[in-house]
């Protein structure tokens, strides 16, 4: 693949981004063959570029966005996409109070609460055109006094969702939907017998789980949907039947923590380029940049990984760097100052904050340069 993008991208300076179709669209299948009709809702924080978020809304079996931020969440309604889901709890009084005021985006923007401290927070809003909202039910494994998965809501049982559903209602907040985030299952490779056997067991529990929050809430609202799952837990999270919508973005670029799962191989989608700029000595040659490390727990697994090329590697005391990176390996001596080297990243969306535009190639054709997030002037945090 890095000969076809070599040739693509020809005479353009790194560093550099690309996004092979071929590749992007082949992920976007597999993940509707996976998700067996259910629809797709797009995370566009693993995206972050709003043209592939337009092409793949506009593929079957994706409906919606899954958004991180209000402003952002605005910022898309103001562009023509359709409901849109603010999957994070947010503070930013401006920009909720200027959803408020908007007929149109209140009517396609969903937030997301799981406290009553959030509900306060609306509840004080002038908001003429009313705000829609869904609880987010914390989808961790518990076994005894060992959590495992992600720290995010304090909403757990089918009484603590009701309660905050209860006020939500009393607050007159419209209470549209729920939200179970399996990161346990969607965001953990393969790598074991121990970890295969966590996430069956915490499949098997947030099955039972999320059916009796689910029915007690509609107890109180009709909801419009039921979110779950991701990228690496689409194909499981189906299988339950209160479940009517499922979130995914990572498996569109196939970065390198999604290497490692049994059940499905994104194609690598995403990649950028380095130039050599110099050659410190024998079996070594340096690149501009690459200090692109991913978010989560620190770890080799969050550095970019050389692409395409098993003669080269990182160093190990200085892994990738702010402003340069030192490569090592056989295919060293091979290098020129001004070759590129390729890498993937180790996360899906959190390229694109370094990048201000993704060359959008199809074999050995540059297809479309387009903008991202950053290239458009926009942080979301």
């Not at 952002?72 to 562009?79: D, F, I, P, R």
């Not at 987010?136 to 009484?159: K, Q």
């Not at 050389?306 to 190990?316: A, I, N, Y």
């Amino acid at each position: 693949m890095t000969r076809t993008w070599d040739v693509a991208t020809s005479g353009l300076p790194a560093p550099l981004a690309v996004v092979d179709l071929d590749a992007f669209e082949a992920n976007a299948d597999d993940l509707v063959r996976r998700a067996g009709g259910v629809p797709i809702r797009v995370a566009s924080k693993s995206v972050r570029c709003r043209s592939l978020l337009t092409r793949v809304l506009g593929r079957p079996g994706f409906a919606g966005v899954m958004a991180y931020s209000v402003r952002e969440a605005c910022w898309l309604v103001g562009s023509g996409v359709d409901d849109v889901f603010v999957a994070y709890p947010s503070v930013d009084v401006p920009a909720l109070a200027e959803l408020g005021q908007d007929p149109w985006a209140a009517r396609q923007v969903t937030l997301t609460i799981d406290s009553l401290e959030h509900v306060e927070l609306l509840a004080s809003l002038e908001r003429p055109h009313g705000l829609r909202v869904a609880v987010d039910v914390d989808a961790s494994l518990r076994l005894g006094r060992v959590h495992i998965g992600v720290r995010r809501s304090p909403v757990r049982t089918p009484a603590e969702a009701t309660a905050v559903v209860q006020a939500a209602l009393a607050a007159g907040l419209d209470v549209v939907g729920l939200m179970f985030y399996d990161a346990q299952i969607a965001g953990l490779p393969d790598t074991s017998p121990a970890v295969r056997l966590v996430k069956r067991r915490s499949a098997a529990s947030l099955l039972e789980r999320r059916a009796a929050v689910v029915a007690a809430v509609c107890e109180l609202t009709d909801l419009r949907f039921v979110n779950g799952g991701g990228t690496g837990s689409v194909h499981l999270t189906v299988l339950d039947p209160v479940v009517t919508e499922v979130a995914a973005g990572s498996g569109l670029y196939g970065p390198t923590l999604f290497d490692g799962y049994d059940d499905f191989s994104p194609r690598p989608a995403a990649a950028f380029a380095l130039a050599v700029t110099r050659r410190p000595g024998p079996g070594f040659a340096t690149v501009s940049g690459g200090g692109y490390i991913a978010s989560g727990p620190p770890g080799w697994n969050r550095l970019p990984s050389v692409f395409g090329r098993r003669d080269l590697s990182l160093v190990r005391r200085e892994g990738a760097g702010e402003v340069q990176t030192p490569l090592r390996g056989s295919g060293a001596g091979d290098l020129r100052v001004g070759d590129r080297v390729w890498f993937r990243h180790a996360k899906a969306g959190e390229l694109c904050e370094r990048f201000d535009a993704l060359h959008l190639v199809r074999g050995e054709e540059l297809v479309e340069t387009v903008p991202t997030y950053r290239g458009e002037g926009r942080n979301f945090g």
